[in-house]
């Protein structure tokens, strides 16, 4: 990581958190160019073995999350 590369630390499942993270970075350089999404849910047991629940935040921390930060 060089000088200009910040790390955002963020609960990207919370509504409206995707969008400042991208507001803080753009004001304080300008613009983004580079997006990595390094969001992960990890549970224990096989995918098909989870509850709802479970299977609902999986879903939603390693695909929806991607999702509301590259709006």
């Known amino acids: 990581m ?6 955002v630390v963020a609960d990207l499942t919370a509504p409206g958190a ?11 350089f300008g613009g983004l160019d580079i997006l ?13 073995d989870l509850d709802e629940e ?5 879903i939603t921390v ?3 999350t991607i999702e509301a930060a590259l709006r």
Request: charged share 20%.
């Open 2 to 7: 060089g000088p200009d590369c910040v790390p």
């Open 18 to 28: 995707a969008d400042a993270v991208v507001h803080e970075i753009v004001a304080r």
């Open 36 to 48: 990595v999404s390094n969001a992960g849910a990890a549970v224990e047991g096989m995918i098909l």
């Open 54 to 58: 479970k299977l609902a935040h999986v």
């Open 62 to 64: 390693d695909g929806g």
